[in-house]
């Protein structure tokens, strides 16, 4: 399996509830992001997490790390309709080379109905 | 105006015919990468350039080439294409420091190609 694997690979909430999307991985890791891509637009970096931070908050987003799991989770709290959208991690790891690059996850697919 | 602009939007060819995707930025970063997307294949590096003399070869470079005409100009061709090129382009910009490609990105809109 993948790199930066996401679960659940799809969420359907309503207005006002939170929304808890994870990612795994399988390596060592620098940071991890993620990401957020409405339908048919580009990708938009939302947060930054370093491998020796555990939280971090931007507006109504916290992510988490844990690297003893290998995993993070990004939670939106008071979800909008406008949260709809697909949310991809990436994580910076080494590759076979021993250069760092980004994986990216296959994504969760969030719906927020109003 | 965006600050990562790609053109076509989108672009549909047949087999076998040249194509050009571009790529203009105003953030004034010096990395530059073009991605392309699948469905149930995630994201995937083509090619990354660090600076106007700099370029390198990603994951899956086979069947593309690019040219950097300029900091702000990043263009990616298929020389002759074929159907399973028919993806989601996107064309991304990092100002993070160091010989990594493990910054932030900064996404253009994407460019939908078809080939029939």
């Known amino acids: 399996s993948q790199q930066g694997e996401e679960d659940p690979q799809a969420l359907s909430i309503q207005e006002g509830e939170n929304a808890t999307m994870n990612c795994s991985y399988k390596?060592?890791?620098?940071?991890l992001q993620w990401y957020r891509q409405n339908s048919g637009r580009g990708l938009v970096h939302l947060i930054l997490?370093?491998?020796n931070e555990r939280e971090k908050h931007s507006g109504r987003l916290r992510v988490t790390l844990d690297t003893s799991k290998k995993s993070s989770s990004l939670l939106i709290t008071a979800s909008r309709a406008a949260d709809t959208a697909s949310y991809f991690c990436?994580?910076?790891?080494?590759?076979?080379?021993?250069?760092?690059?980004?994986?990216w996850g296959l994504g969760t697919s969030l719906a927020v109905n109003p | 105006d965006a600050d990562v602009t790609q053109t076509p939007r989108n672009r549909i060819t047949k087999t076998g015919k040249r194509i050009m995707l571009e790529c203009s930025q105003t953030?004034?970063?010096?990395?530059m990468y073009w991605y392309r997307q699948d469905p149930g294949l995630g994201l995937r590096l083509i090619y990354y350039?660090?600076?106007?003399?700099?370029?390198n070869k990603g994951e899956i470079s086979d069947g593309y080439s690019v040219s950097r005409q300029a900091q702000a100009k990043f263009s990616l061709s298929l020389e002759s294409a074929i159907p399973n090129q028919t993806a989601l382009y996107f064309c991304?910009?990092?100002?993070?420091?160091?010989?990594?490609?493990?910054?932030?990105?900064?996404f253009g809109e994407g460019s939908r190609l078809t080939v029939l």
């Open positions: 991304a910009t990092s100002d993070w420091p160091g010989y990594s490609n493990t910054g932030e990105l900064f």
């Open positions: 953030k004034g970063h010096d990395r």
């Open positions: 350039s660090f600076d106007v003399k700099d370029i």
């Open positions: 390596t060592s890791i620098n940071n």
């Open positions: 997490i370093r491998s």
């Open positions: 990436a994580t910076a790891a080494y590759n076979a080379g021993n250069n760092r690059k980004l994986i």
